[in-house]
Nanobody, 124 residues
Framework: QVQLVESGGGLVQAGGSLRLSCAAS????????MGWFRQAPGKEREFVAA????????YYADSVKGRFTISRVHAKNTNYLQMNSLKVEDTAVYYC?????????????????WGQGTQVTVSS
């Protein structure tokens, strides 16, 4: 069983930065892709970014491309989402996900493991 715990969310002004972390427990962390999704109030959960098991392939939603960077450190069983140039519309609960999928997989249902989420609020 894999457990994912997100951290690093908070309140930031537009144009600012945050780094989200997702710590995984379980010996199979290095075997699966990791992704980030977000869900704003009244909206469906949407794909943000993903990274493959080895860390050399990444994929981003168009809305965050060039501003967000996903990475992973196997030795720490952790993946990160660096978010720069934040916009008000980035406000959402951010969820870490893991699964035996391609990093281009944007469908939430195809991911096997999920964290509880961390709130990111961007003020104007």
């Amino acid at each position: 069983q894999v457990q994912l715990v997100e951290s690093g969310g908070g309140l930031v002004q537009a144009g600012g930065s945050l780094r989200l972390s997702c710590a995984a427990s379980g010996h199979t962390f290095s075997s699966y892709a990791m992704g980030w999704f977000r869900q704003a109030p009244g909206k469906e959960r949407e794909f943000v970014a993903a990274i493959n098991w080895s860390g050399d392939s990444t994929y981003y939603a168009d809305s965050v491309k060039g501003r967000f960077t996903i990475s992973r450190v196997h030795a720490k069983n952790t993946n990160y989402l660096q978010m720069n140039s934040l916009k008000v519309e980035d406000t959402a609960v951010y969820y870490c996900a893991g699964g035996f999928v391609s990093p281009t997989t944007t469908t939430a249902l195809l991911y096997d493991f999920w964290g509880q989420g961390t709130q990111v609020t961007v003020s104007s």
